[in-house]
């Protein structure tokens, strides 16, 4: 038994299984180098955008003119607050617009609540934009453990075929067979797991990204509200 396990070393008994098992094991080969290169890359990209978010956030702290919240747009518009800004600075310049068209009342009131409206809705588009391919990380955590398991079952009723062919239940002759069947569930648990706790970390990242679009979007409503408020003083 000694000597046959001894010559069973994992690499072994990967090339002597079936056609099916080997797909099985590919798969979930691939599935684990795909998790890895989008978190990864997931983690690195959330980490620049949480510095840009902190440094545009800085830079707006003592902004009181619409020409200096232009000027940050400008310098920041390659990146992601960059972008929010842009789009916020559109719907404030049409707050401004409504105020110099004799409008100021529904600008002060009606107008900023349809530019927070706006703001979240554009917090929500960029999320959903950042949570992109998020999925496959789950599904690889999910699905794993469960191919894994179909390699296993599909291995061991070999297995048992042998022993009926063979009309011998001897563990020297089982033994190989077995453990042959069990690498893909140690394999499915090996991409799982891992694939799991990078998702949490991701989603983690992802919730401190959505914080700082969030304290950005008050910001820049606090930045609309002062320049509607100047601008009707002195009217």
């Known amino acids: 038994?000694?000597?046959?396990?001894?010559?069973?070393?994992m690499w072994g008994l990967v090339f002597q299984s079936d056609f099916m098992t080997k797909l099985v094991l590919l798969v979930l080969f691939a599935m684990s180098v795909v998790s890895w290169?989008?978190?990864?890359?997931?983690?690195?990209?959330?980490?620049?955008?949480?510095?840009?978010c902190k440094n545009v956030i800085r830079a707006l702290k003592d902004v009181t003119k619409f020409e200096d919240l232009l000027a940050i747009t400008t310098t920041y518009s390659n990146t992601l607050p960059g972008y929010f800004l842009t789009r916020v600075?559109?719907?404030?310049?049409?707050?401004?617009?409504?105020?110099?068209?004799?409008?100021?009342?529904?600008?002060?009131?009606?107008?900023?609540?349809?530019?927070?409206?706006?703001?979240?809705?554009?917090?929500?588009?960029?999320?959903?934009q950042e949570e992109s391919y998020l999925s496959v990380l789950s599904a690889s955590s999910e699905a794993s453990p469960l191919l894994g398991l179909f390699g296993t079952v599909w291995g061991l009723v070999h297995a048992f075929m042998a022993i009926s062919e063979k009309q011998s239940a001897d563990i020297?002759?089982?033994?190989?067979?077995?453990?042959?069947?069990l690498i893909t569930t140690?394999?499915?648990?090996?991409?799982?797991v891992p694939a799991l706790m990078l998702f949490n970390?991701?989603?983690?990242?992802?919730?401190?990204?959505?914080?700082?679009?969030?304290?950005?979007?008050?910001?820049s409503l606090q930045i609309a509200r002062s320049l509607i408020l100047k601008n009707s003083s002195g009217q």
Not at 186 to 192: E, M
Request: charged residues 20%.
């Open 89 to 128: 600075l559109a719907n404030i310049k049409e707050l401004l617009l409504l105020q110099e068209n004799a409008k100021s009342g529904y600008a002060q009131e009606k107008g900023l609540e349809f530019l927070q409206m706006q703001n979240d809705s554009l917090v929500d588009e960029l999320l959903y």
């Open 1 to 9: 038994m000694a000597g046959v396990l001894s010559n069973s070393s």
């Open 201 to 219: 970390y991701v989603i983690t990242q992802v919730k401190r990204v959505e914080y700082d679009l969030m304290m950005l979007s008050d910001k």
């Open 37 to 52: 290169a989008i978190a990864l890359y997931k983690i690195i990209l959330f980490r620049i955008k949480k510095q840009q």
């Open 172 to 181: 020297a002759a089982v033994a190989p067979g077995i453990a042959e069947a």
């Open 186 to 192: 140690v394999a499915g648990l090996l991409v799982a």
